[in-house]
């Protein structure tokens, strides 16, 4: 989930408007928290520890979606696809790696079955 998004639930679920939020984040006003919440800016790591601090959350919540979209390795397919793989059910991610593991040749490793059990004589 884009950090944005990140940002707009975290403030609905606590009732919290970008003018709540400016007040407890340093050097950053209203209009700043708006467009990190609109993912126009992103703040910087003060700014993420304190958005973590004023929203009860661990800042690694916060920073995993942004440090992803930092990741040079990663092509636009691979975030879209990321993406898409998030918004699905269990069991659509499961069908969509079979396919996709099947169309690129690779072998999945199955998960280890649960031992059977035995009568006791």
Partial sequence: MPLATTLRLLA???GMSPADIATAIPRAGVATVSAWMQGEKLPGKDQLDALARTFGVP??????????TFDPARTQGEHELLAAYRELSPTQRGA????ATSMAGVRRARPPR???????R
């Fill in 96 to 99: 969509l790696i079979e396919v």
């Fill in 12 to 14: 609905k679920a606590r």
């Fill in 114 to 120: 649960a031992p059977r059990k035995t009568a006791k």
């Fill in 59 to 68: 800042a690694g919540a916060l920073l995993a979606e942004l440090a992803s």
